[in-house]
């Protein structure tokens, strides 16, 4: 898998460009909804790998930014999520950027994300491990209690400095002074037209370069280093879990087709069929709060 190589084309499972895939997993017969039956490799697994995208954070009320009604202003992600956006109107950019870390203030991780933390942590007692790679740059995975975590696309509370490219953790609310109140998303809202010199800046002794936040914008690659451990976890695992995820986007697409096709059990959690659906082992339609915290529950064959 030659993962590192690969470009996306957006922050998120919801603001990627969906391409086509033009790999196939062997056709298998239809995914069993059986909980029982997932429920038996689930005790047997010893490496677990979870993907999770843009459907296990909605149920947090997450904002998509994507298709009918998905703006900010009159402009979706696509438009702002690019280095050209950003060095021609960085106010604008950062605008809209601080609206979504504010509007993560008030969200809290929902069923799924704190069953995968529960689970991770039990696990771990037991010698078995769990892993997370996630599309989503909230930090709820984070939140909920997760370790394991592999942020593919980025993290809205991580900047990045243009000059000396220091990656730095920010949770500060606002992120700058010129920022407060600002990056409302009614179509009607001025844009506040910040001088670049006032939005957030490298605190780094001597240098004080314009901060970007650290989320992969579409056209940019990937980080070769994340991908490489990806890549490693998913050559390992010997059950995986894809939730909320649309598989439709590279390069979170492959992932679970490729453990698919050398006979690893694969269990889809969402709220309904995608592409990749066929190919996997299991099954479970609505929504992931519901569906995966009994999956991923105590097995009575566990020793705790």
């Given at each position: 898998?030659?993962?590192?190589?690969?470009?996306?084309?957006?922050?998120?499972?919801?603001?990627?460009?969906?391409?086509?895939?033009?790999?196939?997993?062997p056709?298998?017969?239809?995914?069993?909804?059986?909980?029982?039956?997932?429920?038996?490799?689930?005790?047997?697994?010893?490496?677990?790998?979870?993907?999770?995208?843009?459907?296990?954070?909605?149920?947090?009320?997450?904002?998509t930014?994507?298709?009918q009604?998905?703006?900010?202003?009159?402009?979706?992600?696509?438009?702002?999520?690019?280095?050209?956006?950003?060095?021609?109107?960085?106010?604008?950019?950062?605008?809209?950027?601080?609206?979504r870390?504010?509007?993560?203030?008030?969200?809290?991780?929902?069923?799924?994300?704190?069953?995968?933390?529960?689970?991770?942590?039990?696990?771990?007692?037991?010698?078995?491990?769990?892993?997370?790679?996630?599309?989503?740059?909230?930090?709820?995975?984070?939140?909920?209690?997760?370790?394991?975590?592999?942020?593919?696309?980025?993290?809205?509370?991580?900047?990045?400095?243009?000059?000396?490219?220091?990656?730095?953790?920010?949770?500060?609310?606002?992120?700058?002074?010129?920022?407060?109140?600002?990056?409302?998303?009614?179509?009607?809202?001025?844009?506040?037209?910040?001088?670049?010199?006032?939005?957030?800046?490298?605190?780094?002794?001597?240098?004080?370069?314009?901060?970007?936040?650290?989320?992969?914008?579409?056209?940019?690659?990937?980080?070769?280093?994340?991908?490489?451990?990806?890549?490693?976890?998913?050559?390992?695992?010997?059950?995986?879990?894809?939730?909320?995820?649309?598989?439709?986007?590279?390069?979170?697409?492959?992932?679970?087709?490729?453990?698919?096709?050398?006979?690893?059990?694969?269990?889809?959690?969402?709220?309904?069929?995608?592409?990749?659906?066929?190919?996997?082992?299991y099954?479970?339609?609505?929504?992931?709060?519901?569906?995966?915290p009994?999956?991923?529950?105590?097995?009575e064959?566990?020793?705790?």
């Open positions: 898998m030659i993962l590192r190589r690969l470009v996306c084309r957006g922050l998120s499972s919801h603001l990627c460009r969906p391409v086509s895939l033009t790999w196939r997993a056709e298998m017969t239809r995914p069993s909804s059986s909980l029982a039956e997932f429920r038996k490799e689930f005790a047997k697994a010893k490496h677990i790998t979870i993907i999770t995208g843009a459907g296990v954070s909605a149920e947090s009320g997450v904002p930014f994507r298709g009604g998905g703006y900010w202003r009159k402009w979706q992600a696509q438009d702002l999520a690019t280095t050209s956006a950003f060095s021609r109107d960085p106010s604008l950019v950062w605008e809209f950027y601080h609206y870390r504010e509007v993560m203030q008030s969200k809290l991780p929902n069923p799924a994300h704190l069953a995968i933390a529960e689970c991770e942590a039990r696990l771990s007692k037991q010698g078995r491990s769990v892993v997370v790679i996630t599309q989503n740059i909230d930090e709820l995975h984070h939140r909920s209690g997760s370790k394991h975590v592999y942020e593919i696309h980025g993290s809205l509370f991580k900047t990045r400095c243009m000059s000396c490219g220091e990656v730095k953790a920010n949770h500060n609310s606002p992120i700058c002074p010129a920022l407060e109140g600002k990056g409302e998303p009614d179509p009607s809202a001025k844009d506040a037209r910040i001088p670049v010199e006032h939005l957030p800046r490298c605190e780094r002794r001597g240098c004080n370069g314009l901060l970007r936040p650290h989320v992969v914008w579409f056209g940019e690659t990937l980080d070769a280093d994340i991908l490489t451990s990806v890549e490693q976890e998913l050559e390992k695992c010997d059950l995986c879990l894809v939730v909320g995820t649309s598989s439709i986007v590279y390069p979170a697409a492959m992932f679970a087709p490729q453990v698919a096709a050398r006979g690893v059990p694969v269990a889809e959690f969402n709220m309904g069929c995608t592409p990749a659906t066929k190919n996997f082992m099954h479970f339609e609505g929504p992931c709060g519901i569906t995966l009994p999956a991923l529950a105590v097995h064959t566990e020793f705790i």
